[in-house]
């Protein structure tokens, strides 16, 4: 239960990263209005995240065949997790802002904005899809 929590909270504090960084850019270009659609877009992550790890807890994969394996390709994961983001970690707020920028820009696409926080926040939710949180382990 405990690992469940830290995944967790790990997760949420990088989906409040992507979202605070839009808002406080938003405001300083002076773009207000567009956070209903950053809130909308974060409600609705939160709520298909929930959702797809509840169809992810019900899938009928038997976890003793595949646990090690997903263990193995968790660690890669995490390796190369670690190397992305010891060559990006200093751009990812510029490349945040970049994106929002050319969304929030007066031609831009409210939609743009919706889709790039909802699939960022998603992203971060979805990755808890299968622990103790969402029922069966």
Do not use: C
């Amino acid at each position: 239960m405990f690992q469940a929590l830290v995944v967790t909270l790990r997760e949420g504090v990088e989906a409040a990263l992507i979202v605070g960084i839009t808002l406080v850019y938003l405001a300083r270009i002076g773009r207000p209005d567009l956070r209903k659609t950053v809130y909308a877009a974060l409600i609705t992550a939160l709520l298909g995240s929930i959702a797809g790890g509840v169809v992810l807890s019900y899938l009928p994969i038997n976890e003793d065949k595949v646990e090690g394996w997903v263990m193995l390709v968790a660690a890669l994961f995490v390796i190369t997790m670690v190397i992305f983001m010891m060559r990006t970690a200093r751009k990812l707020k510029g490349e945040i802002e970049t994106k929002v920028g050319s969304l929030a820009a007066d031609g831009g696409s409210k939609w743009g904005l919706f889709a790039f926080i909802f699939l960022m926040v998603f992203r971060e939710g979805v990755e808890n899809g299968r622990h103790p949180l969402w029922g069966k382990s």
